[in-house]
């Protein structure tokens, strides 16, 4: 599967199946096949996205 996450603002952005379910799931969202991020819920999904980032980053250097 692939992800295209669309923006107004600048390029889409296209990520395989693993990789955009691995972003998903940081921003504490489920994958499937059609969604929406809406713009309102942006700040706290891009809060997740980054404390997720953060945590792998984490484990890897442990």
């Avoid at 969604?35 to 997740?48: C, F, K, N, P, R």
């Amino acid at each position: 599967m692939l992800y295209r996450f669309k923006s107004k603002a600048g390029a889409d952005v296209v990520m395989l199946g693993d990789s955009g379910n691995d972003v998903l799931r940081l921003m504490g969202r489920e994958p499937a096949s059609q969604g929406i991020l809406e713009a309102d819920a942006l700040a706290d999904l891009i809060q997740s996205l980054e404390a997720g980032v953060a945590a792998h980053e984490a484990q890897d250097i442990v």
